[in-house]
């Protein structure tokens, strides 16, 4: 029986010998392994990030936005024939097992500074005691200056990135924007929350905002605490069945979507979970044309060596050596498209995380390229490999010695 390490030199040296064969063969091997490697840490690092921003939010809260068949998004509100108003805020408030709940206005405007103009977004945020619910859901800490009080008219905080990014010159506390034409003195300005739309905003009084978008009555989400023992999951049907009576719909034909912070995160994953399977999938199509490719080489092989095969058996290698030596050339060739698959992956994935936190105005979005990731990406194209070799590998081993030396 031939040594094992003896089979091994062996395989390494017949891919050797044909560098650009085995070169073509792992094409298709890699681009599948990059695409996986890629997509995958793309996806995982965008789910951390959503995740984590839920988890600001608290397991206690619940969330109210308008819904318009499709989507659920405190911007869809706006544009509902019958929007969810202060009214709906007061039904909320009055549910069972709803410690407080608070509405946020928020509204696309254009703000100037130094004659410069930008469209930016407008948060109104309570004046009263459901502020401090509001603050706590959306992560609002002051870098410098004041947060806003109830009795403020004529003031502002923004958040960094209008300090920081959005205008040629900075923007500090003391100084004075227009909102809608309206003079506004900056008396705050937020912490970076690592996402363009918190960081992109102006935050004023909920009363103001509403004045100053001409829309005295309308809210575009609500986030309610739940009362300690309550389960939120029950506090939210009671919530929607309220809302339900309150604006007269019929169950199932709701215009308002009622969310506990663990839906939201489940709805989340679910669906990247949907979309990252799709386009694994799709990339699974080139591992499998890679896998036929090895396959369709390692048949060349045999063929080729069909003499070097019957001379090996006549000196006494077994069946099983002649399988081992064709299976580990076959792994060899998975192992090799799947190394360089995962240099390209990962040198993909950190471009397209850069180009995502540009785009996402966040630098808290990182590629997940987890050593689990870069192991199981390699073993999986060694699987491959080896996989694709097990029929030319008995072909290989069926050969007899005699019929095998006398091959032209």
């Known amino acids: 029986m031939v040594a094992v390490f003896e089979l ?5 040296n017949n891919l050797r010998e044909r560098r650009m064969r085995s070169l073509l063969t792992i094409i298709g091997i890699f681009i599948g392994i990059t695409a996986v490697v890629a997509l995958i840490s793309l996806g995982d690092g965008l789910q951390n990030v959503v995740l984590g921003e839920f988890s600001k939010i608290g397991g206690d809260k619940i969330t109210v936005m ?13 544009t509902l024939p019958n929007p969810i108003f202060t009214d709906d805020l007061k039904v909320v408030r009055r549910t069972r097992g709803v410690d407080d709940a608070g509405g946020m206005l928020l509204s696309s405007v254009t703000i100037e500074f130094k004659r410069e103009s930008k469209s930016t977004f407008l948060s109104g ?6 502020r401090r619910i509001v603050e706590e859901g959306q992560d609002i800490e002051v870098e410098a200056g004041r947060t806003l009080s109830p009795s403020d008219r004529g003031v502002v905080v923004i958040g960094k990135y209008v300090a920081d990014g959005l ?26 929350r690592g996402n363009k739309f918190d960081d992109n905003a102006v935050y004023l009084n909920g009363e103001e905002a509403r004045d100053l978008v001409n829309k005295p009555k309308l ?3 609500i986030i309610a605490k ?9 506090v939210a049907k009671a919530i929607e069945e309220n809302l339900r009576r309150h604006r007269g719909l019929e169950k199932g034909s709701e215009d308002f979507q009622v969310s ?69 050339e076959s792994g060899l060739l998975g192992l ?60 290989a081993a069926s050969l007899k010695p005699a019929d095998a030396l006398r091959y032209e």
């Open 260 to 328: 506990t912070s663990e839906q939201l995160a489940r709805s989340f994953s679910l669906v990247l979970g949907a979309v990252q399977a799709v386009i694994v999938g799709i990339a699974a199509i080139s591992l499998l044309v890679g896998a036929v490719g090895i396959m369709n080489t390692m048949y060349t092989s045999v063929v080729e060596r069909t003499k070097e095969i019957g001379l090996m058996k006549a000196v006494g290698a077994r069946n099983s050596d002649i399988s081992l030596l064709f299976l580990f």
């Open 219 to 221: 809210v575009s989400m």
């Open 125 to 130: 945020i309570p004046e009263d005691s459901s």
């Open 8 to 12: 091994f030199s062996l395989a390494l």
């Open 66 to 78: 308008g819904y318009n068949g499709f989507a659920a998004s405190p911007f869809v509100s706006a």
């Open 167 to 192: 205008f040629k010159r900075k923007v500090f506390v003391g100084g004075k924007i227009k909102i809608e034409g309206k003079d506004f003195q900056v008396v705050g300005i937020l912490k970076t």
């Open 226 to 234: 739940v009362q300690k023992g309550e389960s939120p999951d029950d």
């Open 336 to 395: 090799l498209g799947g190394m360089v698959g995962i240099l390209l992956g990962v040198t993909a994935g950190k471009i397209a995380e850069q180009v995502a936190r540009q785009a996402l105005g966040t630098d808290s979005f990182t590629a997940a390229l987890t050593p689990e990731l870069i192991v199981g990406a390699l073993l999986f194209a060694f699987v491959i490999g080896t996989v694709s070799g097990v029929l030319p590998a008995r072909r």
